[in-house]
Protein backbone atom coordinates (compact mmCIF):
# COMPACT_ATOMS: atom_id res chain seq x y z
CA UNK A 1 0.00 0.00 0.00
CA UNK A 2 1.06 3.58 -1.18
CA UNK A 3 0.14 6.87 1.39
CA UNK A 4 -1.27 9.31 -0.50
CA UNK A 5 -0.66 12.73 0.76
CA UNK A 6 -3.47 15.69 -0.03
CA UNK A 7 -1.84 18.88 -0.79
CA UNK A 8 -3.59 22.18 -0.43
CA UNK A 9 -4.04 22.86 -3.69
CA UNK A 10 -6.00 19.15 -3.94
CA UNK A 11 -3.50 17.37 -5.83
CA UNK A 12 -2.35 13.91 -4.17
CA UNK A 13 1.31 12.93 -4.28
CA UNK A 14 3.03 10.05 -3.07
CA UNK A 15 4.61 9.95 0.69
CA UNK A 16 7.85 9.81 0.85
CA UNK A 17 9.50 9.49 3.75
CA UNK A 18 12.50 11.66 3.06
CA UNK A 19 10.20 14.64 3.35
CA UNK A 20 9.53 13.66 6.65
CA UNK A 21 12.91 13.11 7.55
CA UNK A 22 14.22 16.62 5.88
CA UNK A 23 11.30 18.55 8.33
CA UNK A 24 12.75 16.83 11.18
CA UNK A 25 16.16 17.36 10.88
CA UNK A 26 15.33 21.05 9.53
CA UNK A 27 13.14 21.42 12.77
CA UNK A 28 15.77 20.13 14.94
CA UNK A 29 18.55 21.74 13.53
CA UNK A 30 17.25 25.08 14.67
CA UNK A 31 17.43 24.80 18.27
CA UNK A 32 20.21 21.57 18.14
CA UNK A 33 23.97 21.43 16.34
CA UNK A 34 23.70 17.33 15.71
CA UNK A 35 20.58 15.80 15.33
CA UNK A 36 20.59 13.89 12.17
CA UNK A 37 20.43 10.50 14.04
CA UNK A 38 17.70 11.32 16.38
CA UNK A 39 15.31 12.62 13.09
CA UNK A 40 16.75 9.14 11.13
CA UNK A 41 15.39 7.55 13.99
CA UNK A 42 11.96 9.93 14.58
CA UNK A 43 11.37 10.19 11.06
CA UNK A 44 11.56 5.88 11.39
CA UNK A 45 8.98 6.18 13.74
CA UNK A 46 6.52 8.09 12.20
CA UNK A 47 6.84 5.97 8.84
CA UNK A 48 6.33 2.78 10.56
CA UNK A 49 2.71 4.36 12.71
CA UNK A 50 1.66 5.29 8.84
CA UNK A 51 2.61 1.92 7.32
CA UNK A 52 1.42 -0.01 10.54
CA UNK A 53 -1.45 1.98 11.90
CA UNK A 54 -3.43 4.02 9.42
CA UNK A 55 -6.76 3.56 8.81
CA UNK A 56 -7.00 5.32 5.12
CA UNK A 57 -4.63 5.43 2.37
CA UNK A 58 -4.61 9.47 2.05
CA UNK A 59 -3.23 12.22 4.70
CA UNK A 60 -3.55 15.86 4.28
CA UNK A 61 -0.23 17.70 4.44
CA UNK A 62 -1.94 19.07 8.04
CA UNK A 63 -2.36 15.65 8.86
CA UNK A 64 1.35 15.06 8.31
CA UNK A 65 2.60 18.34 9.95
CA UNK A 66 0.64 17.68 12.89
CA UNK A 67 2.18 13.95 13.44
CA UNK A 68 5.52 15.50 12.98
CA UNK A 69 4.71 17.97 15.90
CA UNK A 70 3.59 15.48 17.94
CA UNK A 71 6.41 13.18 17.71
CA UNK A 72 9.21 16.12 18.49
CA UNK A 73 6.93 17.21 21.78
CA UNK A 74 6.71 13.20 22.50
CA UNK A 75 11.19 13.45 22.23
CA UNK A 76 11.65 16.09 24.12
CA UNK A 77 11.88 18.13 21.22
CA UNK A 78 9.07 21.03 22.47
CA UNK A 79 11.60 23.63 21.18
CA UNK A 80 11.93 22.31 17.50
CA UNK A 81 8.18 21.25 17.42
CA UNK A 82 7.58 24.93 18.20
CA UNK A 83 9.94 26.33 15.85
CA UNK A 84 8.52 24.45 13.13
CA UNK A 85 4.88 25.31 13.55
CA UNK A 86 5.97 28.73 13.67
CA UNK A 87 7.51 28.71 10.59
CA UNK A 88 4.67 26.89 8.80
CA UNK A 89 2.43 29.93 10.32
CA UNK A 90 4.95 32.24 8.63
CA UNK A 91 4.71 30.58 5.18
CA UNK A 92 1.35 30.60 5.26
CA UNK A 93 0.71 34.38 6.34
CA UNK A 94 3.83 35.60 4.07
CA UNK A 95 1.77 33.56 0.70
CA UNK A 96 -1.43 35.22 2.23
CA UNK A 97 0.45 38.97 2.15
CA UNK A 98 1.19 38.44 -2.09
CA UNK A 99 -0.46 39.77 -4.64
CA UNK A 100 -0.55 38.92 -8.11
CA UNK A 101 -0.94 41.92 -10.56
CA UNK A 102 -2.65 41.20 -13.69
CA UNK A 103 -3.74 38.12 -13.01
CA UNK A 104 -7.18 36.56 -13.05
CA UNK A 105 -5.52 35.07 -9.72
CA UNK A 106 -5.05 38.12 -7.32
CA UNK A 107 -3.75 35.62 -4.65
CA UNK A 108 -0.96 33.89 -4.69
CA UNK A 109 -1.41 30.19 -5.32
CA UNK A 110 1.63 28.03 -6.64
CA UNK A 111 -1.31 25.28 -7.88
CA UNK A 112 -1.63 28.11 -10.40
CA UNK A 113 2.12 27.52 -11.40
CA UNK A 114 2.09 24.02 -11.28
CA UNK A 115 -0.65 23.63 -13.83
CA UNK A 116 0.82 26.59 -16.22
CA UNK A 117 4.23 24.44 -16.30
CA UNK A 118 1.83 20.98 -16.68
CA UNK A 119 -0.14 22.28 -19.61
CA UNK A 120 2.27 24.64 -21.42
CA UNK A 121 5.33 22.58 -21.37
CA UNK A 122 3.98 19.14 -20.69
CA UNK A 123 6.01 18.26 -17.95
CA UNK A 124 4.86 15.77 -15.36
CA UNK A 125 3.44 17.30 -12.16
CA UNK A 126 6.67 16.29 -9.81
CA UNK A 127 8.21 18.29 -11.92
CA UNK A 128 6.25 20.62 -12.15
CA UNK A 129 5.55 21.57 -8.21
CA UNK A 130 9.61 21.80 -7.99
CA UNK A 131 9.53 24.42 -10.44
CA UNK A 132 6.53 25.79 -8.52
CA UNK A 133 8.10 25.41 -5.30
CA UNK A 134 11.58 26.95 -6.62
CA UNK A 135 9.19 30.12 -8.00
CA UNK A 136 7.46 30.40 -4.83
CA UNK A 137 10.68 30.53 -2.64
CA UNK A 138 12.42 33.33 -4.57
CA UNK A 139 8.99 35.01 -4.40
CA UNK A 140 8.60 34.77 -0.65
CA UNK A 141 12.53 35.31 -0.21
CA UNK A 142 11.86 38.95 -2.08
CA UNK A 143 9.64 39.56 0.26
CA UNK A 144 7.22 42.06 -1.89
CA UNK A 145 3.57 42.50 -1.33
CA UNK A 146 2.86 42.54 -5.15
CA UNK A 147 3.87 40.98 -8.11
CA UNK A 148 3.13 40.89 -11.59
CA UNK A 149 2.00 37.41 -13.47
CA UNK A 150 4.93 38.12 -15.91
CA UNK A 151 7.62 38.38 -13.41
CA UNK A 152 6.20 34.86 -12.22
CA UNK A 153 6.56 33.58 -15.67
CA UNK A 154 9.98 35.03 -16.08
CA UNK A 155 11.10 33.22 -12.72
CA UNK A 156 9.25 30.11 -13.99
CA UNK A 157 10.83 29.82 -17.60
CA UNK A 158 14.47 29.97 -15.93
CA UNK A 159 13.68 27.73 -12.92
CA UNK A 160 12.40 25.05 -16.03
CA UNK A 161 15.19 26.36 -17.97
CA UNK A 162 17.98 25.19 -15.21
CA UNK A 163 15.93 22.31 -13.97
CA UNK A 164 16.21 20.54 -17.46
CA UNK A 165 19.39 21.37 -18.19
CA UNK A 166 20.21 19.81 -15.09
CA UNK A 167 18.23 16.94 -16.18
CA UNK A 168 20.45 16.50 -19.44
CA UNK A 169 23.82 16.88 -17.73
CA UNK A 170 22.64 13.97 -15.64
CA UNK A 171 21.39 11.79 -17.99
CA UNK A 172 25.04 12.68 -20.41
CA UNK A 173 27.31 11.88 -17.12
CA UNK A 174 25.31 8.33 -16.87
CA UNK A 175 25.92 7.37 -20.53
Known sequence: MQIQV????????????????????????????????????????????LYRHLESKTLTTDQVHQMILTVLDGAGFGAASETLNAHRLHRRLQRHRVEVVDSEYPVWDKGCIVRDVMEQYCLERSLARTIAGAVEEKVLRMGVLR?????????????????????????????
Not at 158 to 175: I, K, T, W
Open 6 to 49: LKADGSTESYLHTKVLGTLHRAMAAVDSDCLDTAQMLSDAVTYF
Open 147 to 175: IRRGTIHHLMIADMENLLAAHDQLVSAAL
